[in-house]
DNA sequence: CGACGATTTGAATAGGATCAATGGGAGTGG
DNA sequence: CCACTCCCATTGATCCTATTCAAATCGTCG
């Protein structure tokens, strides 16, 4: 691995309240593994064997049942996933793909749990991060129930745009199509969602979105602080 | 609190690695409540106060936004609720009501925190309690947006059957109104799902199921250890 | 240029929600 | 003890959202 990794993992949440030899232990046992575009990282049903760590690119975690596939969660840097099943030495429940190409870091399963019993300040960050991720579920749950498709995609593009600075526009950093499974619908209906929205000022250009009234989006989209605030 | 109740509360998994005197501590600064029938215990919103364990009953946890309403999950004995916003000294993202007279205990937020620092053995079983409720979650939204409603009921009768010792009959511990709103869709729906089910042997007579045929009801359902099992 | 996948549009359908009305217990008060 | 009420559950009819199937369009890459 390379210093200026090291340096760049170091300063993660997750490292961050780690004891510096412990910390060395860990990565030394660790991969820093570039992959390319749609690489299978990992298949539900499949033992953990490592904790992952996205320094760049994206992935998607999904899954599938009945013939059916849906996306779960899209994981941008400096994100973990599958930390709950490393946790509890389980299956995975979600399978994961690169989007991009992407950067990540594996550790395995049993560094972390050793990790865990030695280092008091690397659990608080795990408690801390995997809270985090339950919350997420929660909020993302409240959303498929409590609101219809063209609710939620009205949300989304507002907490894009303010997660990517409030300019009036926005970029989309995965497919339409896997947008639409992330929102519980199909892509025809994300088209004709879009459509739906075009009355307060959403414009669509390729993957860049413009919101040339933000007022109205939002008075039309009834934002809740308890699913679309990440924060909270 | 009365000598057997702590002695019932000690043998829980939460604290079954703890050092005794920090359960001394934790316990004595513990309430022990019981609540009447349609008690409402926590409100989504608010900052967190109490880590909840139910000791007996059952607890509703819902969620309201956009004047809609959803239960989200029932906690049976002897499981934790509100694990997470604790943890996170955040507002809690989920109301919760008792279903039943419950008797529930309730840790001060501070202390949970403390015992977190201090106590090696309970912070090991609170991360395995807190992997183990994102798994549920997660399993959960596999089945909203993986199954149709018909598809849901069947294979949540199922688990209840399983859960409840598969006698070939098995008892809904909460109305059909909250069962329609835990499985994501109206009363109407549900009752229409009952009946779609009884080509496959499902027979309701009141709060009770019977499963007549469980293997044409298996076949139909297709359960899938990732979704349906609780252990996993 | 041609091929392929992604996106959009259109038409038909299905699944589920809503609205309305009825039946059925459980609890209440006379 | 019985009538009454209220809430839950069921049933029917209709509406609406979203899916499915089909086809056209667009853009990208070789």
């Not at 600075?165 to 969602?193: C, I, Q, V, W, Y």
């Amino acid at each position: 691995m390379r210093p200026d990794d090291i340096l760049e993992v170091r300063k993660l949440h997750l490292f961050e309240n780690m004891q510096e030899d412990n910390f060395q232990a860990m990565l030394n046992a660790a991969y820093l593994q570039t992959f390319p575009a749609q690489a299978e990282l990992i298949r539900e049903g499949d033992p953990s064997d490592f904790l992952y760590v996205v320094l760049e690119g994206t992935i998607e975690l999904f899954a599938q049942s009945n013939d059916h596939e849906t996306t779960m969660a899209m994981v941008r840097p400096f994100n973990t996933f599958i930390l709950a099943a490393v946790l509890k030495d389980a299956v995975y429940l979600m399978s994961a793909r690169t989007v991009q190409r992407s950067r990540v870091l594996m550790i395995p399963n049993s560094n972390v749990r050793a990790a865990l019993e030695t280092d008091s300040g690397f659990t608080r960050s795990i408690v801390i991060e995997l809270a985090g991720c339950y919350r997420a579920v929660v909020k993302d749950q409240k959303n498929l129930k409590l609101r219809t498709t063209i609710e939620r995609l009205a949300n989304r593009l507002i907490r894009y745009h303010k997660e990517q600075g409030s300019t009036g526009s926005l970029e989309l950093f995965h497919d339409k199509k896997t947008l639409a499974s992330l929102l519980g619908m199909t892509p025809e209906n994300l088209s004709r969602a879009f459509n739906t929205l075009k009355p307060y000022g959403v414009r669509v250009l390729g993957n860049r979105i413009e919101l040339e009234d933000l007022d109205a989006l939002e008075t039309f989209a009834k934002p809740d602080r308890l699913i679309d605030d990440r924060s909270v």
